[in-house]
């Protein structure tokens, strides 16, 4: 594999690496079948690399081969109790990859209707949803009251979830 393309692989793997561990963590039973599955399957995503037409069906693609390669993993351990049926398997790699794709959609929606939003209206939802934040403390360093606390990030959570809705809404037609 050249240079370029070992560089291109590095950042797609890592940048889809978490999706792909919850992915193959449904499909088998434990966190170590888990990763013993992603093991073989980085080393078939590395080997066809070059095969993947598009680097945008990297995602969908590398959940293909974790699908597989969590088939091959039950069908070797066929004789474990604790291994699901290869049909369920499949099933649940559908489902999941489906819901995958999904979280991906809502995600990129709400991070687009983010940026959108009031620099005062962002930090404000920064700092409520910051490790340890409490509104009471909130409140005081910015001499609002709890209430209007709350009433701010309720209006600011319903106008998020309309600009996603509206977001995902007009991809759908697209």
Avoid at 9 to 36: C, G, I, K, M, Q
């Amino acid at each position: 594999m050249e240079p370029n393309n070992q560089n291109q692989f590095l950042h797609l793997y890592l940048e889809h690496e978490e999706a792909l561990n919850a992915f193959a963590r449904t499909l088998v039973p434990s966190r170590e079948d888990a990763r013993e599955v992603m093991q073989q399957a980085a080393v078939v995503l590395w080997r066809k690399f070059d095969q993947l037409q598009a680097p945008a069906d990297f995602r969908r693609w590398a959940f293909v081969v974790v699908r597989f390669e969590a088939l091959g993993f039950t069908r070797d351990r066929k004789r474990d109790r604790l291994v699901f049926d290869e049909d369920i398997v499949s099933l649940l790699a559908e489902e999941i990859s489906e819901e995958a794709d999904l979280y991906e959609s809502e995600r990129n929606a709400l991070e687009n209707c983010l940026s959108k939003l009031q620099p005062s209206h962002r930090q404000l939802l920064d700092a409520a949803y910051a490790p340890g934040a409490r509104i009471a403390s909130l409140a005081e360093q910015t001499g609002r009251s709890e209430m209007a606390i709350y009433k701010a990030l309720h209006r600011l959570r319903l106008t998020l979830m309309k600009c996603t809705q509206r977001v995902l809404a007009g991809k759908e037609l697209a």
